[in-house]
């Protein structure tokens, strides 16, 4: 067995923890443990500790001892349906989709809704009706309006979680199944649920199928692939010839052991071209370790230690090695500076685990492209046979939204066939960046039709990664450009920094900042700037420099 390969004899010991429940009718069950034989100390795994060590240091990657424990214990919870976007022209447009069941006010203001356990397994919800918690505002907030305020909307938890009255009340991934298809049904997002974690956290993600109402003849199994992502266990890997589908009415828990920091994006592998074009894709992103190390730090030296890491360490033997050790000549004295907000879900930090301070950021923003098809997804509404060769996209995706609502702050609301109104849109794609500071885009490419390009103007572009590997060569020369516009296939990333400093000293502060004021991100291909027949819309958003 291979070094980086530990991680399945994980994923096979903890099988039968986490194995889907037989489709019976409605046999959904979620699983967040608070503690595994990874993570053994529950109250230790709500939080991410400081970065020691490798926490196995045995032969080969076998575990041995653990000498540090390292990351935390991540859930979170999906549905898989359907649901309605509404367009920038105010087209109401049918989709697939996945939809959230945890993190419901994380994902509504924009945030991740990846959780740890003790917020995750929160088994007190408040009072969950359909479409929460976009009803919590009423229902006379108008379709494609913005909501503003969430009110006192707070709960992250699992929808449906139950105690187990036949087990002590504990909390062991039993669930009421009547808030879940309260919440899930016609409850889908575009694009999917947010998920992020950082290296090392064991991440368990629970895909619960509730279904689609607006196609009773439809009996369409989902799964989760998480593509390019260095999965151990194909068991978990979504692609059903080599794992498992899940049915209507029943729930499956996937497990991962986070390696390899980068930006990556997921799917349903079930009848690819379909599903992705309906909607249901979305974003993953992994943290470093390098946000971990002590302040202070010499982040070479800290990049050094995690080469004693038999999972994840990088030398001249390793062709997939993505973040070799910097070279002499690049600035290998810099030291880990303050990373801030303490809950993880946006803050300042480091792209990769870089050795040198180089991909440094001070915010963060997901920037995922897709493209729709309205004829195809009437079609998909309407029980007629869809034309996957004539499929052709006519509005353009920054976040599920197209210009000008990319520019619109908060999320943006449809009122769907149950009369209730749904956060479809949650997040905006507006940029805000500090004077003088960094702004690093998690650009993924999730269309199936286009190649996308965007382009910068006033703010050059710095590319450092691609596909979530670090652009370094195997000697540790960092191979970063410049550039005013970038281009994607579907199924690629990209991780650019937006820097508002014009000019840098040798110990990075800004000696000549970029004005302050409003500047675009937007496509160069101009029949890609248009919400169907409408023009000016489509791929373009604002980046602010405050």
């Not at 808030?179 to 629970?206: K, Q, R, S, W, Y």
């Not at 949650?426 to 190649?451: C, F, H, K, Q």
Request: with cysteine; charged share 15%; aromatic share 10%.
């Amino acid at each position: 067995m291979s070094s980086r390969n530990w991680g399945a004899v994980l994923s096979l010991l903890m099988f039968p923890l986490i194995a889907a429940i037989p489709a019976t009718s409605q046999s959904f069950m979620v699983q967040c443990p608070s503690s595994t034989i990874t993570h053994p100390i529950a109250i230790n795994n709500n939080s991410e500790p400081m970065y020691a060590g490798p926490t196995y240091t045995g032969t080969n990657g076998y575990p041995s001892a653990p000498a540090h424990v390292n990351g935390a214990i991540k859930c979170q919870q999906i549905s898989g349906g359907e649901g309605f976007a509404t367009m920038g022209d105010g087209t109401q447009t049918y989709m697939f989709a996945f939809g959230p069941l945890s993190g419901l006010a994380d994902i509504a203001a924009g945030k991740p809704g990846t959780e740890v356990p003790a917020v995750f397994n929160d088994a007190s919800p408040p009072s969950l009706v359909p479409g929460d918690p976009a009803t919590t505002n009423g229902a006379s907030d108008a379709p494609h309006a913005n909501p503003g305020t969430l009110g006192a909307f707070t709960f992250n938890g699992a929808v449906g979680l139950a105690p187990d009255l036949d087990n002590g009340a504990a909390i062991d991934g039993h669930v009421d199944p009547r808030p879940i298809m309260d919440v899930a049904v016609m409850n889908g997002n575009i694009p999917a649920p947010l998920m992020a974690i950082d290296e090392d956290d064991e991440f368990f993600l629970t895909l619960t199928n509730v279904g689609q109402i607006m196609r009773p003849d439809l009996f369409e199994q989902h799964t989760v692939h998480f593509h390019g992502y260095p999965n151990a266990s194909a068991f978990y890997d979504g692609v059903p010839d080599a794992s498992v589908a899940i049915n209507i009415g029943a729930s499956f828990t996937y497990y991962y052991l986070a390696p390899d920091a980068g930006t990556y994006f997921w799917h349903c592998h079930i009848t690819p071209p379909e599903h992705l074009q309906m909607g249901m894709v979305g974003q993953i992103y992994v943290r470093p370790r390098q946000d971990r190390v002590a302040e202070g730090t010499s982040l070479y030296t800290a990049l050094q230690n995690q080469q004693t890491d038999p999972r994840t360490k990088c030398d001249l033997t390793d062709i997939l090695c993505s973040n070799p050790l910097p070279a002499s000549s690049n600035s290998v004295a810099a030291v880990k500076t303050v990373v801030s907000d303490s809950t993880r879900q946006s803050k300042a930090g480091y792209a990769y685990n870089d050795g040198d301070g180089s991909t440094y950021y001070d915010v963060e923003y997901p920037l995922q492209i897709h493209g729709f098809d309205p004829n195809f997804h009437f079609v998909g509404m309407t029980f007629n046979p869809e034309g996957f060769a004539d499929m052709k996209d006519k509005y353009f995706l920054l976040n599920g939204r197209s210009y000008p609502d990319t520019v619109t702050d908060g999320p943006l609301t449809t009122q769907s066939t149950d009369g209730s109104m749904h956060y479809s849109q949650p997040l905006p794609s507006i940029i805000n960046i500090p004077a003088g500071g960094r702004a690093l885009l998690r650009i993924s490419d999730l269309d199936v039709t286009e190649y996308q390009t965007l382009a910068s103007l006033g703010i050059p572009m710095k590319v450092i990664a691609l596909n979530a590997k670090l652009l370094r060569d195997q000697d540790g020369h960092n191979m970063y450009y410049n550039t005013n516009s970038i281009t994607l296939a579907g199924g690629e990333s990209l991780d650019v920094i937006l820097d508002a400093c014009a000019v840098r000293g040798t110990d990075g502060s800004c000696t000549t900042q970029i004005p302050a004021g409003t500047y675009y991100l937007y496509t160069p291909n101009l029949d890609h700037l248009s919400n169907d027949a409408e023009n000016f819309g489509g791929l373009m958003t604002e980046v602010h420099i405050n």
